[in-house]
């Protein structure tokens, strides 16, 4: 059964299934202006608009719900929400050739505890010290990279606060203007530095394999002061 709304190319389509279809033109709910194929407008205040996507009928292995995006020659996005997860209602983004039922590669997961996994369905799996963002198919070669400008730098910041130097207590710096690489604790004492091959320890323009600036070196056992017997010392102090 069709519907005509100005021509024969704009109507909807009811099949004998039970099945909709819009042809010819765009759908909108919420708005009578729609500028793409489905627009979904909720203008009321302090009420959440969206879309739902059901499926009373899931278990451990099929998906509660499925958004996938098809193009003319080869299927595109599929996102999920699933039970394949671990914890279970998360969400999975897959990428490439595929289908509901036979899904493509995993791109993106967010499990029900709000880890984030890239190339993995199970971040939670990993450590739960290290477990927030995990990287990585766990076959071949895997790597992040940071893609800074040309004479930027590269960074990682460890905090325990946002005020202050809580914000960058710990920190490795990549710089591309001079090649270096620095390592900083505390709140940004420098530690050390990777210059051309040369490691510094105390410096930031080391000139040696091993450049040590500082009152000396000292190997022994932690938990004796100073230098005692059965420390190995050597005291650069004047």
Known sequence: TSIGISDSDERIEFDGAGDISFLGCNVGIGTASPSSVTQIENTANNVAGGLIVYNPTHNDSYSSGVIQQVGEKTDGTIITATHEVIPATGYVIRTGSGSVTAQGSIALTIDGSGNVGIGTMSPGDFHANADNLVVGTGTGNNGITL?????????IYFADGTAGAAAYAGQIVYDHNVDKMSFYSNGGTQAMTIDSGNVGIGTASPGAPLDIDGGGILIGKADH??????????????
């Open 225 to 238: 002061p100073g230098f005692a017997a059965d420390h190995l010392a050597i005291d650069f102090s004047t």
């Open 147 to 155: 893609n800074s400008g040309t004479g930027s730098q590269g960074t």
